[in-house]
């Protein structure tokens, strides 16, 4: 697979525009009441099934190598521990839609994290599978894809998170307003790990979501591992054909977060004794999964509040004499509050400089707002703005620098703000305690800039 940025994908160090830059990887390559919570085999809502296994041939990455380069996650800064629970879904309402001529009912790996009580022999998870990171980190994984990183250079899977997998819930946060996660086109539902941790570790419960056949991993409880397979035969060169694809792809996407939130319904029943609030329900994404969030929204008004972490909200090689198509969230808004988060990229930023921003930005009746993160790339609102830095120190650098990657902000204050910014924002419309930070410019965060 020829490496492939994000959907939308935005690199000003080579010089190309959001949309030339996803068009030309597109026609190249493979597209952008109890005290504990269930484990992942009593959540599991079907029998895992091994035939037929998708496309799925793991590179052999053989054992860890001590040597490589290792990442490190940054401490949440909230109250409470955190703990996990991954959970195989399975949506018997739907066939898989990425296999053609399949029977095989749609399934999607979801993990929750919530604020938690370990025991004190607890251990924390790793931030991905063995198997998972194994593929992350190959010539056909996400870091290869959306990062640049070459295959094999970090040892992806010895990672930590703070995370304790099945522990207890901690019963003094009390109900849990829940937000959903749809990660960016190829990444696995465990890149934005830092950010995540954060909101579970403040109270909330917060569901990640894996796409599966367009995150470039998936792996399931029997071991199965489900890889990119968005379209059938030679990949698209046709504009019409590339939009029509990114139209099913977000359509997918949205079905999965709609199917994700019925199943929790179902679950705080049966397995989480009531402890999620879903009268309080948010949605929040990177790339491709903010525009998942923002049509999410716009299609399912059980989501009361959303976060745009930038992602343009059209289908790109389209109908209008600009190249847009744009979507029904873009063309008709929303009646509820959107937080658009750009970056110092070509085409990211303030909203005036894309089409379907502006449009969004014109036709939306509820609460808005759009800020900018100074000195920050694509890549920068995803773990890769914490990691990355670390694994260069290291000698694990990305193709074409780091600065090219995830730009010239402190990483550390990127950090900062991005909790800081998403966490006042649901605070704010699921809580109802507002911080002041979203009304307007911070000298808690001059690096953030807000469009007006």
Not at 85 to 96: F, G, W
Not at 110 to 139: C, D, E, I, K, N
Not at 182 to 201: F, H, I, K, M, Q
Not at 369 to 384: C, F, I, K, M, Q
Request: proline share 8%; no cysteine; aromatic share 6%.
């Amino acid at each position: 697979m020829t490496a492939v940025p994000h959907n939308p994908g935005r690199d000003r160090s080579r010089g190309h525009s959001r949309r030339q830059v996803l068009v030309t990887g597109l026609a190249a390559s493979a597209l952008l009441a109890t005290s504990a919570l269930p484990s992942p085999a009593t959540a599991a809502t079907g029998p895992a099934r091994r035939t037929p296994r998708p496309n799925a041939v793991l590179p052999d990455a053989g054992p860890p190598d001590a040597g490589l380069p290792k990442a490190v996650l940054p401490r949440p800064t909230g109250p409470f521990a955190v703990g996990t629970v991954a959970l195989h879904l399975v949506d018997r309402s739907r066939t898989e839609p990425w296999v053609p001529g399949t029977s095989a009912r749609r399934e999607l790996m979801v993990s929750l994290w919530y604020p938690a009580r370990p025991g004190a022999a607890a251990r924390a998870v790793p931030q991905m599978t063995a198997a998972a990171a194994a593929h992350f980190g190959s010539a056909e994984g996400a870091a290869a894809m959306n990062l640049r990183m070459a295959a094999g250079s970090v040892d992806w899977g010895a990672t930590p998170t703070h995370a304790y997998r099945d522990a207890p819930v901690d019963r003094r946060a009390g109900q849990l307003p829940v937000v959903l996660y749809s990660p960016g086109l190829g990444d696995p539902r465990t890149w934005n790990t830092a950010l995540v941790e954060d909101l579970a570790s403040r109270g909330y419960a917060v569901v990640t979501v894996d796409h599966t056949h367009e995150a470039t991993e998936v792996e399931f409880p029997d071991g199965r591992l489900a890889t990119m397979r968005i379209f059938d035969g030679a990949p698209p060169t046709d504009p019409e054909v590339i939009s029509a694809l990114l139209e099913k792809v977000v359509a997918v996407r949205v079905a999965d977060t709609r199917f994700v939130l019925d199943e929790l319904a179902r679950l705080n029943r049966t397995r989480f004794g009531g402890g999620l609030d879903l009268r309080r329900v948010g949605i929040f994404g990177h790339s491709a999964g903010g525009f998942t969030a923002a049509q999410t929204m716009h299609d399912d008004r059980r989501f009361l509040a959303g976060v745009n972490m930038d992602g343009e909200m059209d289908y790109v090689g389209g109908r209008e004499p600009d190249g847009t198509h744009l979507s029904s969230v873009a063309l008709n808004g929303l009646d509820r509050p959107l937080l658009l988060m750009g970056t110092g990229s070509e085409g990211s930023g303030d909203y005036r400089q894309q089409p379907s921003w502006a449009a969004f930005w014109a036709n939306t009746r509820g609460w808005k707002a759009d800020v900018t993160l100074t000195g920050s790339r694509h890549a920068s609102y995803t773990d890769a703005q914490v990691l990355l830095p670390r694994l260069a120190r290291q000698g694990a650098v990305p193709e074409g620098g780091l600065a090219g990657a995830v730009g010239t902000v402190s990483p550390g204050r990127a950090l900062a703000a991005n909790r800081a910014y998403v966490a006042s924002f649901f605070d704010r419309w699921l809580r109802g305690h507002d911080d002041r930070l979203l009304d307007g410019p911070s000298d808690r965060f001059p690096e953030m800039v807000f469009a007006r």
